[in-house]
């Protein structure tokens, strides 16, 4: 039994090694499971050791008790995340903080950015935003820009799909990342001229 026991160990960390490599709840899951067994066992060992010495068969259904709630919330926390990759949910805020800088840091050819939106299924993971850009940029330089910061994101998360919508900006955006932005520079002059008039 103490042989099982050690190996279920060292079976149950690899599979939640290459669970978390992979971002497979299925293999978690199994690694959970092996782990639900190894307290099992061991606590049937304890509950054994403990009667045969002291004589007290109070323990037997102690850590029964024990080894059932450790299986309840083992099987409640794999379900719950089975749940949430089976429903999408939204990416971690430190992996969409990630994408809110890696787009920041293209600011000076961006007049700004907005919707993004990100959803996890599986491994797999999806983000979506629109992008606005000077409306004198060309057909070419929106295509590159958008080329350049997907590949970019790809780069930072693991298994990403990104889909940028393109916008022009408006005219008096208010938010213009560009600097300095002609069409604003544009704008604030004409209402200086204005205003002298």
Not at 3 to 23: D, G
Request: proline share 3%; hydrophobic share 45%.
């Amino acid at each position: 039994m103490l042989v099982s026991i050690i190996t279920s160990i060292f079976l149950s960390r690899h599979l939640l090694k290459i669970s978390r490599a992979t971002e497979s709840i299925a293999l978690e899951a199994a690694a959970r499971n092996i782990t639900a067994d190894v307290y099992s066992a061991a606590g049937v060992l304890v509950a054994l050791v403990a009667v045969r010495f002291s004589g007290l068969a109070i323990f037997d259904p102690i850590v029964a008790l024990g080894v059932v709630f450790f299986i309840l919330k083992t099987a409640y926390d794999v379900m719950r995340k089975s749940f949430g990759e089976l429903v999408d949910v939204r990416l971690p805020r430190a992996e969409e903080a990630a994408i809110i800088s890696c787009i920041e840091e293209h600011s000076g050819q961006l007049a700004g950015f907005h919707k993004v939106r990100t959803r996890k299924a599986g491994g797999q993971r999806f983000i979506d935003l629109h992008l606005m850009l000077p409306k004198n940029t060309s057909v070419a330089e929106a295509h590159q820009m958008c080329d350049h910061l997907e590949l970019d994101i790809e780069n930072r998360l693991l298994n990403a799909s990104v889909t940028i919508h393109v916008e022009p900006c408006e005219d008096e955006c208010g938010q213009c990342l560009v600097s300095p932005c002609s069409r604003r520079l544009g704008v604030m002059l004409g209402e200086k001229k204005g205003d002298a008039e």
